[in-house]
Each structure stands twice: as structure tokens, then as C-alpha cells.
């Protein structure tokens, strides 16, 4: 087939436009197993767009989409939602349903599959909303809770069915440093120890360097622990991308991010 | 040109939702759930303001038709007027205007501020067709209330004239009946039936279509609801003529 195999989602020229406005000009991007790609750029540079395209939420213009080296483009509705039950997404403001409980948000899919009678769904949407930490939540609804909350109702909520690639659209927007550290040691877990894909969108520059800085590892069988936090390390499984004018201006870990020469990527450290 | 051309996109975009909400009874997974709740959202919810307008509109046909029978000597035809034109016309087209501006509005505004907050996509995202999760039932739920909500008009409608003829015109409650049932043929509670069938289809699409169409925030659910209300308005207004027109052709 193609040498795209070993990737678990490879984007090959894509370009997209609305309307008379050219958003991704040529994008050229591969997500490895268990690796993060962390995606910067300014607002309006095409981050969810890109995001979009990968979720077949939107086609591209021209260019290829392979998700576990199937070429998604050509599907249709129908044959998309196959692709997309792989895929986890945690969108901007969490999207959660308002009209459903946070019990019922989580419980969504398994429902929508039937494949779970009432008591397992019950024990999954426990053991998923204990993940992230919001046990008590479960009766709440969506317009009763915080919006750090909601980010990690909705990271619980993409995690159904147990993906093997995350898509996080901007999770720690707006959030103060300890809610975003809490979903930055979400990520991590995720990537570390379930072997998770994921494309992290963000430009919160902390947020960043914490997944590019920071791993863990579980100690005495069940205690997870995380390694790193003088930021000193430089991970292999974590690399950045900065959009630029519907291009990718830089891709490469934080250190060469840091020495990399131009000025919209200086300005952006600043 | 510009305009034509989007106005052509915009009507086909429409035929296909419509062709795929309606695809969607004859295919699983069904929403039973789904469609009971906004069976009594439409059915329930609108009841109280069908049984006021129905009331009060039979009431004031009464009023005024006795006024132009009296000058042929046949205020005794008052329950044969106000009876006709209920059940062929005021019945129908109230009773869809009423729920277009009640639950059209409410449609376009749920699924518009669904779309801004992009619970549409994380829909998608999470494998379920919003068409047939969201657009199926209500439209469901709306081509068999609305029929149902009509007939409850009607009948209020006959209610009302029948208090106006008794106390105001001083018309026997028998005299006012029997000439009220010459109205109540077959035909006449056919064309009864199916308009309101059609309105409700129409509401429930257009509410349906100018919701899931929503960009540009919360401003653009405003806009939507307006566009629902006023499109499924014309739309029934100009659908009642149309049908009255092939009805009467075919007839005579
Ligand atoms: N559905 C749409 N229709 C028209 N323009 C859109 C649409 N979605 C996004 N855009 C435009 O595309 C550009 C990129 O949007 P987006 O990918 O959301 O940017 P961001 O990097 O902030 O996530 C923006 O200028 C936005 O206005
Ligand atoms: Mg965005």
C-alpha cells in the first residue's frame, strides 16, 4: 500500500479554503503511535481546521488524509463515522450536550452503540469520569460546572471506547495554571502509559513545554508519578508544530524551537 | 447572479435534508426516546394557546357572519359558515402559524446554538448522525401533532361559535349544530387532515434547516429563529393556497 502504514495520522498536501479565504495553503503532517504533535499558531491560523479535516468533519480541497494508513477523503458520511469511532475529540469549549447530564455526555456512545446493557455502561462512565477526577459530577449538568470542568468531562467523554488517537482542540484556553496543569497530566498519562496518538492544539506556551518536558511513569504497581519538572528534559514523543500562513513555518522539539531563527516564532516566545 | 445561484444551493441543501430525515424512518437505529419527548414538546407544549386561538376564532366567526347572513335571513346558516371555515381553512393555517411561531422558533434556536457550541460536531465526532438523532424526530413528532393540535381547533372553534350563537345571536343550540354537521362531510375533514399534515412538515424542515445552518455565534441563532418563523410562516400560507387550489380542480 503505502509507506504511511507505521503512521497513525499523515496529512499529504492538504489545503483548504472558505469561501475566498485560503486557510491551510500545503500541509504536511504524520503522528506517530504514542507521539504528540503539539500545534501553535495565531488565532484564525487553521488549528481547528486542521483538526476538522483529520475528524472528516470538513473535506479538504485537495491533498489526502490517511488515518491508520487509510486514505479518509474519499468516504462518505456513513463510512466516516467507522473512522471516527478511533478517534477521540476534545473540543474548545468541551461541547459537552446541555440537555443531558454529565453522566449521560459520558454515556453517549456506548449508548448510540448499544453494545453495553445499563449496569456496564454505568461501571465505564465511573471508571472514565474517575480518570479525570469528577466522580461526584455525574448528576450535574453541563451549565452547572466550571469551564476546566467541562474540558475534562469532555476528555472523559472522547475517551469512550478507548481510543487510540486524541484530538485536543485548545483544552487549556481560559483556564488558570492548575486546572491547565491538571489536563496537562491528563495528556501525559494518556500518551505515556495507554500508548495514545494525539494532536494537542494550543497557544498556551506552559501547557506546551509541560507536555514537551514532563512523562510519567506508574511506581509500586499503581501510583502514577511525574518525571521532569525542571523542564530541562526535551522529549522524543512530544514535537512541535507552528502554522504560519496556512503553512507549517517549524516542526521539531521545544529546544529547536527555541534556537529557531525568525521572527513571527521569536515573537510568539516573547 | 450570485444571489440565484445561492438561493438554487440553499433549496437544494434543503430537499436534501429533507429527503435524508425522511430516508431515516425506514432505516435503524430509530429514536423513540427522542421522538415521544418532542411529541410533548409540540403536541402538549402547544396545547393551551390551539384550544385560546381556536376558541376565540370560532367565536368571532360566529359574530361576524351572523352579521352578513342576517341581511339574506339566514342567520340560521351562522353553525354551516363558522363549521366550513374552520375545518377547511382558519382550523389548519391558525393552528401552523401558532406552532411555527411557537416550535419552529424553538427548533431552529435549539439546533442553532447546538451548532455554535459545536455540539453538532462533537455529535458527528462521536459517530451519530445529527439528522437522524435531531432533525428525524422532531419532524416525526411535528407532521402528527399538528394534525392532532388542528383538530382540537376546530373543535374549541366550534365550541366557541356555538356559546356566541347561543347567548349573543340567541340561536337554538340544535339549529346551530345541525347546520354546523352539513359541513362535516368526508371531503371537507380530508382537506382538514392534510394540510395540517403538510404544515407540520414544513415547520418542523424549515426549523430544522435554518437551525443547522447557523455561523456567526450567538448573533447568527437570532437570525436563524427569525428565518425559520418567517420562511415557514410564507411557506404555509402559500402551501394552504396551492392545496386548496389542486383540492377544489380535483373536486369539481
Ligand atoms: N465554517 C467556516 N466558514 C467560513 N470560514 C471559516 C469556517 N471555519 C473556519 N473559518 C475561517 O478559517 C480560519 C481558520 O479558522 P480556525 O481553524 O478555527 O482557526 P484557529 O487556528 O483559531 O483554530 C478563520 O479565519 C475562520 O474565520
Ligand atoms: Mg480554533
Redesign the interface.
Known amino acids: 500500500m503505502s509507506a504511511s502504514s507505521s503512521a497513525m495520522i499523515k496529512l499529504q498536501d492538504v489545503t483548504k479554503s472558505y469561501l475566498d479565504q485560503e486557510v491551510l495553503k500545503s500541509i504536511n503532517l504524520e503522528v506517530g503511535r504514542a507521539e504528540t504533535k503539539v500545534i501553535m499558531g495565531g488565532s484564525g491560523a487553521g488549528k481547528s481546521t486542521i483538526i476538522?479535516l483529520i475528524?472528516g468533519?470538513e473535506k479538504p480541497d485537495s491533498g489526502r488524509i490517511f488515518i491508520e494508513g487509510e486514505d479518509i477523503t474519499p468516504l462518505s458520511?456513513?463510512e466516516l463515522?467507522?473512522v471516527?469511532?478511533k478517534?477521540g475529540?476534545v473540543?474548545?469549549?468541551g461541547?459537552?450536550?446541555?440537555s443531558l447530564t454529565v453522566g449521560e455526555n459520558v454515556a453517549?456512545?456506548l449508548r448510540?452503540?448499544?453494545v453495553y446493557d445499563e449496569d456496564e455502561t454505568q461501571v465505564v462512565v465511573r471508571r472514565l469520569l474517575g480518570f479525570v477526577g469528577l466522580e461526584n459530577a455525574i448528576d450535574k449538568m453541563p451549565s452547572e460546572l466550571s469551564g476546566g470542568m467541562r474540558r475534562r468531562v469532555g476528555i472523559a467523554?472522547a475517551l469512550?471506547g478507548n481510543p487510540k488517537i486524541m484530538l485536543y482542540d485548545e483544552p487549556t484556553a481560559g483556564l488558570d495554571p492548575m486546572t491547565s496543569r491538571t489536563i496537562s497530566e491528563l495528556v501525559i498519562k494518556l500518551r505515556d502509559l495507554e500508548g495514545v496518538s494525539s494532536i494537542f492544539v494550543t497557544h498556551d506556551l506552559s501547557t506546551a513545554f509541560t507536555l514537551a518536558s514532563q512523562f510519567a511513569v506508574v511506581k509500586n504497581g499503581s501510583e502514577v508519578q511525574f518525571l521532569g519538572e525542571d523542564g530541562k528534559l526535551c522529549l522524543i514523543n512530544t514535537r512541535f508544530v507552528m502554522i504560519y500562513d496556512g503553512k507549517i513555518l517549524f516542526e521539531g522539539t521545544d529546544e529547536e524551537l527555541k534556537y529557531f531563527d525568525h521572527e513571527y516564532i521569536k515573537e510568539f516566545l516573547a | 447572479m450570485n444571489f440565484i445561484y445561492r438561493a438554487i444551493f440553499e433549496v437544494q441543501e434543503f430537499f436534501l435534508l429533507c429527503v435524508h430525515a425522511i430516508a431515516n424512518i425506514f432505516r435503524k437505529p430509530r429514536y423513540h426516546q427522542d421522538i415521544l419527548l418532542q411529541m410533548d414538546v409540540i403536541g402538549v407544549g402547544s396545547l393551551i394557546i390551539i384550544i385560546l386561538t381556536g376558541f376565540f376564532t370560532g367565536a368571532v366567526l360566529a359574530l361576524q357572519s351572523a352579521k352578513s347572513l342576517k341581511s339574506f335571513g339566514a342567520v340560521g346558516l351562522t353553525g354551516q359558515l363558522v363549521a366550513l371555515s374552520l375545518i377547511k381553512e382558519l382550523g389548519p393555517v391558525l393552528t401552523a402559524l401558532m406552532v411555527a411561531g411557537r416550535n419552529g422558533s424553538g427548533i431552529a434556536s435549539e439546533l442553532g446554538s447546538m451548532v455554535v457550541t459545536e455540539q453538532i460536531s462533537a455529535m458527528r465526532a462521536l459517530g451519530t448522525d445529527p439528522t437522524r438523532k435531531l432533525v428525524t424526530p422532531r419532524m416525526i413528532a411535528a407532521t402528527t401533532m399538528v394534525p392532532l393540535l388542528t383538530v382540537i381547533a376546530d373543535l374549541c372553534g366550534l365550541l366557541g361559535g356555538w356559546l356566541v350563537s347561543f347567548y349573543k345571536l340567541r340561536l337554538s343550540t340544535s339549529l346551530y349544530w345541525s347546520a354546523a354537521m352539513k359541513a362535516i362531510d368526508y371531503n371537507n375533514v380530508l382537506e382538514g387532515i392534510t394540510k395540517p399534515f403538510v404544515f407540520g412538515f414544513i415547520i418542523a424542515m424549515i426549523g430544522c434547516y435554518c437551525g443547522l445552518r447557523t455561523h456567526g455565534g450567538t448573533q447568527g441563532v437570532g437570525r436563524s429563529t427569525t428565518q425559520a418563523v418567517v420562511f415557514s410562516s410564507i411557506l404555509v400560507i402559500a402551501a394552504d393556497f396551492f392545496m386548496s387550489k389542486i383540492i377544489l380542480d380535483l373536486r369539481y
Open positions: 476538522k475528524l468533519l458520511e456513513q463515522m467507522r471516527r469511532k478517534i475529540m473540543f474548545q469549549e461541547a459537552l450536550f446541555d453517549f456512545k448510540e452503540e448499544s467523554r469512550v
